[in-house]
């Protein structure tokens, strides 16, 4: 039999959660991981490549990136604020950036 | 006579040989009393205790070097349960560690996240989903309530939202019986 190995695929909306446990061939890519899970007919507002990026553990990856043992492909979805204008109306309200840690400034 | 000692003996050697084996074979790898501490800790990994995790907390008290009352998520019930295995006496939360709060749970606010990727780093169970520039969301049954992704955010779109109570959520209660009526 051929190596297999465990991975999740992950899609999160703000009151829903995917999350679905596969066991896919080790030379599997991202893309067939997506298409194993099955998510793309339950969610057709899905657009891999186009709206909705794909990545592993917080980083992006491209979909015909190999898997990993005990890898979580997340599919994301776009931002809804720009982040320049998000940091823009904070300065003007005097707010402090403050970077991981919390430590720069109170507000 | 002899037969039976020779069956005695025969049995005997057996039966020493597979205990041998079997302390060989099935040896309990790690401390088991680190293990049944960690089990009752809340798993929440937010280092509110003064230690890196629930884990090294455990190694902590099973080693003597902390107390049973630093742990805040756990709160008075897990205190408890710890007094009960180490047959210690309870005593109540240390405010040094924080206070007891109800279960609550990370929310981001979609229209104010940048996708800055700084909440993921700080989250000790991967419960948040998003990458570099893409929205991030809180996958709610993984997020333990610690709150250390509060602290980082730059725009401050992380607020915690204590769990209502429902059938899936709700917990026997440890029972109170008042003995003296409370001044």
Same mark, same amino acid.
């Given at each position: ?107 | ?101 109800? &279960? ?5 606010? #979609?229209?104010? =996240?940048?996708? +800055?990727? /700084? $909440?993921?780093?700080? %989250? @000790? *169970? !991967? ?5 570099? &520039? ?5 996958? #709610?049954?993984? =997020?333990?309530? +610690?709150? /250390? $992704?509060?602290?980082? %955010? @730059? *725009? !401050? ?27």
């Amino acid at each position: 039999m051929a190596e297999m190995i465990n991975v999740e695929v992950t899609y999160a909306l703000p009151q829903r959660h995917e999350l679905v446990k596969l066991v896919l061939p080790a030379e599997a890519t991202v893309a067939d991981a997506i298409e194993a899970s099955g998510l793309l007919a339950r969610y057709p507002d899905i657009e891999l490549d186009k709206r909705n990026k794909v990545g592993i553990f917080a980083k992006l990856v491209r979909l015909d990136a190999a898997l990993r043992d005990r890898d979580r492909v997340e599919i994301y979805r776009p931002l809804i604020a720009d982040p320049k204008l998000v940091r823009k109306k904070r300065a003007e309200e005097g707010k402090v950036m403050k970077k991981g840690g919390g430590e720069a400034g109170e507000d | 006579m002899l037969t039976a000692l020779l069956i005695m003996a025969a049995i005997a050697l057996v039966l020493g040989a597979a205990l041998g084996f079997a302390s060989i074979r099935f040896k309990v790898v790690g401390d088991p009393l680190v293990e049944k501490i960690d089990a009752i800790l809340p798993q929440t990994q937010c280092g509110q205790c003064g230690y890196p995790g629930c884990k090294p907390y455990a190694q902590a008290i099973a080693n003597g070097e902390a107390d049973i009352n630093q742990c805040p998520p756990g709160g008075e019930e897990g205190i408890r349960k710890l007094a009960d295995l180490l047959g210690r006496e309870f005593k109540p939360l240390s405010e040094e560690f924080g206070v007891e709060k109800p &279960k609550a749970v990370a929310r981001i606010d #979609e229209q104010t =996240c940048i996708g +800055c990727t /700084l $909440c993921i780093q700080a %989250c @000790p *169970v !991967d419960a948040i989903v998003g990458a570099a &520039k893409q929205m991030h969301t809180v996958v #709610e049954p993984l =997020c333990t309530g +610690c709150e /250390l $992704c509060v602290a980082p %955010c @730059p *725009v !401050d779109c992380i607020t915690m939202e204590p769990v209502a109570e429902t059938v899936e959520t709700w917990k026997w209660k440890y029972p109170v019986i008042e003995i003296r009526k409370r001044a």
